[in-house]
């Protein structure tokens, strides 16, 4: 789950990390009303969407007036904000950011992630930070300090040291920073974050360390932990379809293909996309209904995928155990009758109860077409959306 800037700068300052002076904008006039609180120009006006690269797209803008600052939120607020992290259909501003000008001496690059191959959690530095670490990352990554961390150790006084010396830090701001990086561990590790970065971490010029920039991202397998960061959750920045699936315990996540997928198992779906992508065609969706799913879950994962377009498709791969294949045979028969079946389903079973589940599909009625293997069944679905 991700949160807005302005969100993550709540958390910041919770932790004692510094930030600038500022708050959120419901809309133009509010944001004139923030800059005005401020009491101090410049102001920077910044648009709120879940992905970076906002800067290069246009949702950043420096005032050095009131009038500017209204003229930046009016231009800012209401727009399509398309970045290299949004694709092309871009992300509409609903929320603004006004916040204080600083005096910049320099600008960093300071994340934290986990490292699942070797069990630690890293911290990832550069001097070059700013609008171009992309391009700093691929051509000289050698400026990319990682420092990994024990997290059964623990952050440890030399760790926060080569933070500072890979950030090439003055004396006057080595023990700020060293501090900071302290409370970001800390928040990083009570909040279970899988992401936290900042872009850019600024040195101001008077060797105050401040992040100017920030970006949370957080496992959702331990959001019932976090109440508080749950109520921080913008369904408007989230596609319809994966709030609707997540609504009903379903793992649902959108692609840009054709072909609906239906599957029972993580690792079975991710299977079952590649091997599409080997018959040709190319996977509209990841859906995991579970091991345990029942007949309602199997038709609220089917109802989703038919309100996809772009769905011309579905292939159905379950494998049955716990989730018996009689059981979602019902499921199926009773969603695309209520829903209204107007694409051809490919349907590939195997496992308990499977005699009885095929005996279910084929006396239904509907378009359904039986596949004697997976591999059958992504070439008929293939051929189908072709």
Known sequence: MKIHEFQAKQLFADYGIPVPR???????????????????LPVVVKAQIHAGGRGKGGGVKIAK???EAKSHAQAIYGMTLVTHQTGPEGRLVKKLLVEEGLNIEKELYFSIIPDRATAKIVFMVSEAGGMDIEEVAAKTPEKIIKVAVDPLVGIQAYHCRQVAFGLNLPAAAVKAMTAIAKSLFRLFVEKDCSLLEINPLVLTADDRVIALDA????????????????EMRDLDEEDPLEVEASRHNLNYIKMDGNVGNMVNGAGLAMATMDIIKQAGAQPANFLDVGGGANAQMV???FRIILSDPNVKGIL?????GILRCDVLASGVVEAATKVGLNVPVVVRMEGTNVDEGRRILKE??????SAKDLADAAQKVADIVR
């Open 364 to 369: 239904s009625g509907l378009n359904l077409i």
């Open 299 to 301: 038709e609220n994962g």
């Open 65 to 67: 007036t009131l009038d």
């Open 22 to 40: 500022g708050r959120a904008a419901s809309d133009v006039d509010d944001a004139l009303e923030a800059a005005k609180e401020l009491g101090t």
């Open 316 to 320: 159905i791969n379950i494998f049955g």
């Open 215 to 230: 970006k949370m991202s957080f496992d959702s397998n331990a959001l019932y932990r976090h109440p508080d960061i749950v």
